[in-house]
């Protein structure tokens, strides 16, 4: 197995040795290192804007067992709740889709190795890696924050995307119920909304979706990445499966509600041959829409994921490192606007025509179709056309 990839200020703690396995689309056993089930990072990058890290130099070193190596143990999630000072983001990325999110929590418990959200973890003072997934940002005042920025006099109802960082249906919404109470509001003022998720806990506000939907006042995608069960369980271990997924879909487009499908990110020799099945299978089950993103490794995940890779799949992993790296000029960590979230060549290429080629043949994305701003109100107004 190749050396843990390092460089700059990163640093990749020494791992223990024990043979375990994976198999995946039926191929034998596969030896690796130490693992963290449930976890997607096995390690804790460092923090770019901290001078200071522990950092065990010497695997012998056992005098100071609590101050390091804590990412060796599967520890369980913490929740912080705290009194944030927004709640609404502009974005100001060209190539999202996107003008506005909310996100009520910050760090997401589904640990998918690729998220882009893992880099911002970094600003709370923490870990893209481990503790992106085991210490979560609980934004306990969201509600409150939103009512207030959706009552200034100059907001226009454009539309907001839930999730558009981390998952607002992760594990953590099951206790504290933000999202929930943000699309109350959301549906008091006729705001208009969109929501991107991977977890089946969507279904436990089916009745606000289905208010809301016959107002054309929301939009949701759900994200599926693959049907392989072995694969996800590793790449974003503490997701819903994608049978439950594909029942989410079906679920709330019965009520209604707009319902498509995010296919992202496609990774080459991982995931990208699975694009025509899960296209075919959304649109059977209701979906209409789709979007996909091409894996880019920006930042901390770099890291992250070159030794998720390794430690997963020896067998492929310098076919799948370099496919990425030849769909990004030669790098992992593409930020060219344009370029990307699509990648580039002839991989990226092959992927691009396949979305192309089965969105036609199954029909997505040929309804003309938008979230409704004319309802917006404040209370005790009436409403508004813009």
Request: net charge positive; with cysteine.
């Amino acid at each position: 197995m190749p050396k843990p990839l390092q460089q700059d200020h990163f640093r990749v703690t020494p791992q223990k040795h024990e043979n375990s396995s994976i198999p995946v689309d039926g191929e034998s056993s596969l030896g690796r290192q130490q693992y963290l089930t449930g976890r997607g990072a096995q390690i804790n990058t460092k923090n770019r804007f901290l001078k200071d890290e522990y950092a065990q130099e010497h695997i012998e070193g056992i005098d100071v067992p609590n101050a390091i190596g804590d990412e060796e143990k599967n520890e369980a999630t913490q929740y912080q709740e705290q009194e944030v000072k927004s709640i609404v983001n502009k974005v100001e990325s060209p190539d999202v889709g996107m003008m506005y999110s909310m996100n009520p929590y910050a760090g997401c418990e589904h640990g998918c190795i690729y998220c882009y959200a893992r880099n911002v973890h970094e600003y709370w003072g923490y870990s893209a890696g481990l503790d992106f997934e085991r210490k979560i940002i609980v934004k306990a005042n969201a509600t409150k924050l939103l009512r207030k920025f959706l009552m200034h006099p100059k907001w226009d109802a454009t539309p907001i995307m839930l999730s558009g960082n981390t998952d607002c249906y992760q594990p953590a919404e099951q206790t504290y119920r933000l999202t929930r109470g943000l699309l109350e509001v959301c549906n008091e003022f006729n705001q208009p909304v969109g929501i991107l998720t991977k977890n089946s806990w969507i279904l436990k506000d089916k009745d606000v979706l289905q208010d809301m939907a016959k107002k054309k006042i929301v939009s949701a995608m759900v994200s599926i990445t693959s049907f392989n069960e072995d694969l996800r369980r590793v790449m974003e271990p503490r997701t819903t499966t994608a049978k439950q997924k594909l029942k989410v879909i079906n679920e709330l487009s019965t009520a209604g509600v707009r319902m498509g499908i995010m296919m992202g990110p496609m990774i080459p020799g991982l995931n990208e041959h699975e694009m025509q099945r899960i296209m075919k299978a959304a649109k059977d089950n209701g979906a209409t829409f789709t979007a996909y993103t091409f894996i880019r490794l920006n930042g901390a995940i770099k890291f992250l994921f070159h030794d998720w890779l390794y430690k997963n799949f020896p067998d492929r992993a310098d076919k799948v490192w370099h496919h990425i790296e030849h769909s990004h000029d030669g790098k992992v960590n593409d930020s060219r606007w344009g370029v990307r979230m699509r990648g580039e060549g002839p991989i990226a290429k092959l992927v691009a025509d396949q979305y192309k080629k089965y969105g036609k043949l199954y029909g997505m994305n040929t309804e003309e179709w938008s979230l409704n701003r004319n309802l917006f109100r404040r209370p005790g107004e009436q409403g508004r056309l813009f």
